[in-house]
Each structure stands twice: as structure tokens, then as C-alpha cells.
């Protein structure tokens, strides 16, 4: 069965860095890129970018290009997804999913971040 | 950027109703557009890929059509669970880009 487990809920202060996680089984981890997405309370779905684990290639959204960095342990089956400097505006319920068949087919359960001073 | 355009932002109907969900794109995407479902306090579920192929496990009575810019979800005969947010997502163009969502309530 394929699954991706994620961290867990996270409260933060403006400033401080952070970098949650994204573990899969079930499948071959390498073998299929990994996308996060963000959504903001009570607002719609984000692409943020996405992973191929096998080879480390990222692809990041315009608009979060250079405010996250991407990354992938395939020795572990993890990805993860980490910030330098958290902002109020960075608080929001952040997905992993499996892209299969060209689409995001599995998700994780989600990561709640809060950044609140 | 490709932006998708869903309408309408809230859609109000019955058990046993069809729901029609509209999806636009910017700009032509061939065949590449998804569906997914998102009920509260869950993840998306991939619904539909490539237009009108169902991901495995999903019900009939949930198709999709269309081709270029206008694409449609279709739900026949409205299960109650069926009411939630409906999100459409191209892959033709970087970033791949998700509509703002439409949300599926019981009138």
C-alpha cells in the first residue's frame, strides 16, 4: 500500500527555521517525483515545486522560488521541505503527494505549520 | 503562468442531483487536466486524470469531459458523500497550476 506519512504539526516564531518531512513506502520512492503543495488557511491549493528523489532534480513555482528549499534523503524514502526564515504569511497546512500517472495520486496526511510571534 | 478558472465558487444541490463543475484555462492545455476532491480536514483525493480517466477506486458516477481550455466534472446522482471542495489542476505549463476550487454544498 502506498503511503506518505508526514511530520508532524509545528509552532513557530517569525525568524526561525524549520524543515518538515515526507516519508513514503509501499512503492520505490526514487523512482517518482515527490510535489509539496501549500494551502493557506481556508483558501485553495498552492504548487510549490517538486522532487525527483532518485537523481535530487527540483523544479520550484515562480513564486516560491527561493523562499523554501526542497531536498530528498532516497536512502530513506523522505522528502523534505524546509524554510530559513519563517514568516507570519508562511502559516498553512502544507502537503507532500506522489506524482503517478503524471498526476498527484497519493497524498500525505498534511503538515500544519503556525507562525505566530 | 496558466491560470484555471472554476465556476462557480459554490454550487448548492441535493442527494440524488447532478452537479456540473466548470473548469477554464488561460490558455489551450490539451488533455492535461485533473480533478481532485478535498473534504474537511483531509488531504485532496485525485478523482479524475487526463480529462475523463478515473483514478482507480472512484465511482462511476463521477466523469469529466472537455478538451482545450474548457473542461467539465460531472457527478451523477449525488451521494452525501459527495458534498465537499472540488479542485481542477493542469499539467501542460510550469508551475502546474490548481483552480481556486469549487465547493459542493447540500441545499
Known amino acids: 500500500e502506498v503511503q506518505l506519512v508526514q511530520s508532524g504539526a509545528e509552532v513557530k516564531k517569525p525568524g526561525e527555521s524549520l524543515k518538515i518531512s515526507c516519508k513514503g513506502s509501499g512503492y520505490m520512492f526514487a523512482n517518482y517525483w515527490i510535489a509539496w503543495v501549500r494551502q493557506m488557511p481556508g483558501k485553495g491549493l498552492e504548487w510549490m515545486g517538486i522532487i525527483y528523489p532518485g537523481e535530487s532534480d527540483v523544479r520550484y513555482s515562480p513564486s516560491f522560488q527561493g523562499q523554501v528549499t526542497i531536498s530528498a534523503d532516497k536512502s530513506i524514502s523522505t522528502a523534505y521541505l524546509q524554510w530559513n526564515s519563517l514568516k507570519a504569511s508562511d502559516t498553512a497546512m502544507y502537503y507532500c503527494?506522489?506524482?503517478?500517472?503524471?498526476?498527484?495520486?497519493?497524498w500525505g496526511q498534511g503538515t500544519l505549520v503556525t507562525v505566530s510571534s | 503562468e496558466i491560470v484555471l478558472t472554476q465556476s462557480p465558487a459554490t454550487l448548492s444541490l441535493s442527494p440524488g442531483e447532478r452537479a456540473t463543475l466548470s473548469c477554464r484555462a488561460s490558455?489551450?492545455?490539451?488533455?492535461?487536466l485533473a480533478w481532485y476532491q478535498q473534504k474537511p480536514g483531509q488531504p485532496p483525493r485525485l478523482l479524475i486524470y487526463d480529462v475523463s480517466n478515473r483514478a482507480a477506486g472512484i465511482p462511476a458516477r463521477f466523469s469529466g469531459s472537455g478538451s482545450g481550455t474548457d473542461f467539465t466534472l460531472t457527478i451523477t446522482g449525488l451521494e452525501p458523500e459527495d458534498f465537499a471542495v472540488y479542485y481542477c489542476q493542469q499539467r501542460s505549463g510550469w508551475p502546474q497550476t490548481f483552480g481556486q476550487g469549487t465547493k459542493l454544498e447540500i441545499k
Open positions: 490558455q489551450t492545455i490539451s488533455s492535461y
Open positions: 503527494a506522489r506524482r503517478g500517472l503524471l498526476v498527484l495520486d497519493f
